[in-house]
């Protein structure tokens, strides 16, 4: 049977929703468990809100020094020249290593350390945050920088004739295209 390209789009998102439905089968089940309910709404030292605070804040000051890390070092290799992109592509190793061959690659260098392995051996927040930070700094500042300079790279014409034009220093150029 030949599907043309009305039924495709009526078949696919169909197919997705089956999908989806039997992925989260188990979720669903859950939401008519009494506990989950009452497991919700604890909020005792034991609940779940404390992980979820520590998460949030550890994600937002990690995306936060990355991305204005990923800038400020595409601005810098900005002013590098074009000869850098041939090696440039070489910033997007520790992305495509993976978080796990990464995590490998950590671990082993705390593992070999005594100072590093003993300051988060008791999970002090400190230490372990700013390992964990450190980690994926090291993995996604040169992710940022290169989509960055890519940007920066394919500023149309104009707007550059017009920086020039009117003796934009860095910062409102910066701030201004």
């Known amino acids: 049977m030949y599907l043309n390209k009305k039924n495709w789009l009526v078949i696919l998102p169909l197919g997705v929703l089956v999908f989806i439905a039997l992925y989260a089968f188990p979720l669903f089940i859950q939401l008519f468990n009494k506990t989950l309910y ?6 005792d030292v034991n609940s779940w809100i404390l992980p ?5 804040i550890f994600s937002t000051i990690a995306v ?13 290799l900005l002013k590098s020249g074009k000869n850098i992109s041939r090696i440039f592509s070489f910033l997007l190793v520790p992305v495509l290593l993976g978080s796990v061959a990464v995590g490998f ?20 927040s400190i230490p372990t945050w700013g390992i964990m930070l450190a980690i994926q700094t090291w993995q996604y500042v040169p992710l940022f920088a290169y989509m960055f300079w890519l940007r920066l790279n394919n500023i149309r014409e104009n707007f550059t004739s017009f920086a020039q034009a009117s003796h934009l220093n860095e910062s409102e150029l910066v701030r201004d295209i």
């Open 105 to 124: 690659i950590f671990k082993v260098g705390i593992i070999n350390d005594n100072f590093l392995s003993h300051s988060i051996a008791d999970r002090d």
């Open 64 to 76: 936060l020094i990355q991305v204005f890390g990923g800038f400020y070092l595409s601005l810098r």
């Open 52 to 56: 979820l605070f520590r998460t949030l």
């Open 38 to 43: 009452k497991n919700l709404f604890n909020l």
